[in-house]
């Protein structure tokens, strides 16, 4: 199987690609996730990720938001951000084909953790965090070919959104909500994320700016070494509560393995008053090199890659089999397979889009 180069993109949304669907690696309410094979020749192929809207999912001001997602999508280009590849209306519904990333999500392993109530070990959640300020630097200082700043906000920055790899990589995925110049179809004022990542702000019916996702970076440090949650409550009428609170205990109390000097980076990425924080991702990750600079043995993608391998052995070994679920997934298979097959024939769905054409 080759690994995807730079130019995937454009391979797949010019030569005629056959799509493989192998297996379902998550359903939501409006979505689902495939692993699948991209053929683009006799011996050429490769693993991708499609995420398919599920046909019940109709509704115009969503299958807008998806647009706006693709595109903006398919300009991002950094290795902490998942790359999107392709995107396309096809028999009904709409497609993305993205990376594929071998592993899990930070919230797939963060719960399991937190139930038990075990810190990550420290050098694993400080790459995390490092490589999510990164992908933060980028987008929020992107700027268009004329020089203009996208203003991209991501919104919803979460354990859910922060792909972990089988090799350590470290990836923000699902821009669905985030705010971007390139949006046609964005609605001022729209409120969303996940309750417990959202910052005081927002619940607040605040003001808010690019501060907000460094305050979810905060969150999910915190949450990391803390073993618990930071402001999830029994519902969320009492999670907003908590958050607007915004009450941080000290994580160098909570745990003694953390070492010194964190609490003052959590105190300026958690700042109750927006005024409070680093005023960029640029600055808070300039201030979280230095603090790196002092940790003994330095922190890098090994460290990540040890959970994520420990995590996919012990959910391997607790796996039991489900006939039923397997029977219905293959169901669904075809059906995608079928869809895929229009869009190879040309007979179902739209071209694709182009991000060339966003209107600035």
Known sequence: MSRPSQRLSTQLRRKPTRYEPLSRIAVGGMAEVWKARAHTGPATNYEVAIKRVLPNMGDERFMDMFEDEARLGMLLNHPNIVRVYDARHLGGTSIMVMELVDGASLKDILVPAQRSGRPFPTACALHITRELLQALE?????????????????????????????????????FGLADSATNQHGEEGMVGGKVAYLAPEVVRAQANDHRIDLFATGIMLWEMLAGKSLFQEKNDALTIQAVARCEIPSIEALNDRVPKGLDQILARLLAKDPGDRYRSAKAALSDFRAFLAGFDGGVGPRDVSLVVGLH??????????DPIAKVAEMGVAELLANELDELVKGTGGSRPLDPREFRF
């Open 138 to 174: 980028y987008v929020h200082d992107l700027r268009s070919n004329e020089g203009q700043p996208l203003g991209i906000i991501h919104r919803d920055v979460s354990p859910h959104n922060l792909l972990l790899s089988r090799e350590g990589e470290v990836k923000l995925t699902d």
């Open 312 to 321: 996919l052995a012990q959910k391997k070994k607790k796996a039991k089999p």
